[in-house]
């Protein structure tokens, strides 16, 4: 009579501990997963509605409307607030600007309140006549004026 040889428990033991382990580092991997592509869909809507409501504010021409600041409602985070300061920069019509946003979130969705801070560049020629700009603009204007004068006289003595 031929002797069948089977697993002897201890193996089989052994495997469904092996797969159980490999089981639980599967399932935490999967929510690991998940959880993360949630918080990159959520700093997804934040970021394109903060950019929608950065435009929305930049529509604005006038400095004085800008400097006071406001409130813009946001379809997904709420209701938005926003700071705005600006200066002159070294070139002509050109400010260096400074947008706080501040956004109260949306509890259905997950998304906490915050604040976003932007920096950006302003080609704005309508400021040129407002007082707090324009003793800066004619500073620079006068040194462009000075560097061409002095480029045209080096270039013309050649």
């Known amino acids: 009579m031929k002797k069948l040889r089977g697993f002897m428990l201890i193996e089989v033991l052994i495997a469904l501990a092996l797969f159980a382990i490999s089981a639980v580092y599967l399932v935490e991997g999967a929510f690991i997963a998940t959880r993360t ?68 979130g949306n509890a259905e969705l997950d998304i906490d309140g915050d604040e976003r801070e932007f920096r950006i560049f302003l080609l704005r020629t309508e400021w040129a006549n407002h007082s707090d700009f324009s003793a800066k603009r004619q500073q620079v204007l006068e040194l462009k004026t000075d560097y061409i004068r002095d480029y045209l006289s080096n270039y013309d003595s050649r």
């Open 37 to 104: 592509m949630f918080k990159m869909k959520r700093n997804y809507i934040i970021d394109q509605e903060l950019v929608w409501a950065r435009s929305e504010i930049l529509k604005e021409n006038k400095y004085d409307e800008l400097r006071e600041g406001g409130e813009i409602s946001a379809p997904t985070i709420g209701l938005v607030s926003w700071d705005f300061e600006a200066q002159h920069s070294e070139m002509l019509d050109l400010y260096d600007a400074r947008i706080s946003l501040s956004f109260e």
